[in-house]
């Protein structure tokens, strides 16, 4: 399992970076190939089958994300909107779980639409640092909690998270922090790997809300596209909770960008 884990992020490791170095538009057809997935992952694990409804949310936030640069106003409040719309087709069909279906559009569009704003307005370094946060957490949490063990910290939730991998996680965040200050030229390495650390802290926020979901729904993975890891969800959870958090506070405090 170990090892196919491994090569599966080895093989699929360099696709994102590489959408990320080149920019427009493959970062935005990597975002449209992801929210595909997500709208049919999303569908099947609720619903248990395959509907137009899950195609709405795949064509709606790809309309998003390369709307955002000629009308960002759209961009940001058609995911909204569609939410609720959606929920308003699936009550008619007096679908089970219907409230959480419809959720699906804004958890699946909002984090795409936000990392692709990210890069548009803050650069590639920035949106490299925090997805690379992201991933330094979920590394260094599941190598920890495999390695230490110890106390759990949500077992109805999350039987195999422990403190002893939120912490381990931890300290691989701050240090992917350190690395993308050295590189970029920054002087405060101490407050780069305090808002690493806590960035990936909160991370694993998306992960438990994840777990909660499938849990609720009796499932054990979200899918199964990436062999080792599961699907799209399961890979990106974590990712999906802070990309819209941290671009709202962006936005609002540009000054925050250190890495401006």
């Known amino acids: 399992m170990l090892k196919q884990r491994v090569l599966s992020a080895l093989l699929l490791l360099p696709l994102p970076v590489l959408a990320l170095y080149y920019g427009t ?27 137009v409804s899950g195609m709405l949310i795949a064509v709606t936030g790809v309309a998003c994300v390369f709307m955002l640069d000629d009308a960002p106003e759209i ?17 008619k ?22 990392l692709a704003y990210m890069l548009s307005n803050f650069g590639f370094v920035c949106t490299l640092w925090l997805i690379g946060t992201v991933w330094a957490m979920d590394t260094g949490a599941y190598v920890f909690g495999k390695t230490i063990g110890g106390p759990k910290m949500c077992p109805k939730i999350s039987p195999k998270k422990t403190w002893a991998g939120l912490f381990g996680g931890m300290l691989t965040s701050a240090l992917w ?7 970029d030229g920054l002087t ?13 802290a909160a991370s694993q926020g998306g992960d438990l809300f994840e777990s909660w979901i499938k849990r609720y729904l009796g499932v054990k993975d979200s899918g199964n596209l990436i062999p080792g890891h ?12 802070v990309a819209p958090i941290v671009v709202l506070i962006l936005a609002l ?7 401006g």
């Open 25 to 51: 538009p493959w970062f935005e057809l990597l975002c449209a190939a992801a929210l595909t997935a997500m709208g049919a992952e999303w569908e099947n694990l609720v619903l248990k089958r395959f509907t």
């Open 75 to 91: 961009a940001w409040t058609l995911p909204a909107v569609m939410t609720v719309a959606l929920y308003a087709v699936v009550k």
């Open 93 to 114: 069909q007096n679908t089970e779980h219907q409230k959480l279906f419809a959720f699906g559009m804004a958890y699946s569009v909002y984090p795409m639409v936000s």
């Open 177 to 183: 922090g350190l690395a993308c200050a050295k590189c």
């Open 188 to 200: 405060d390495f101490g407050f780069v790997m305090g808002v690493s650390a806590v960035l990936g």
């Open 230 to 241: 599961g699907g799209i969800f399961d890979r990106t959870d974590a990712l999906l909770a």
């Open 253 to 259: 405090f540009p000054t925050l960008d250190f890495w």
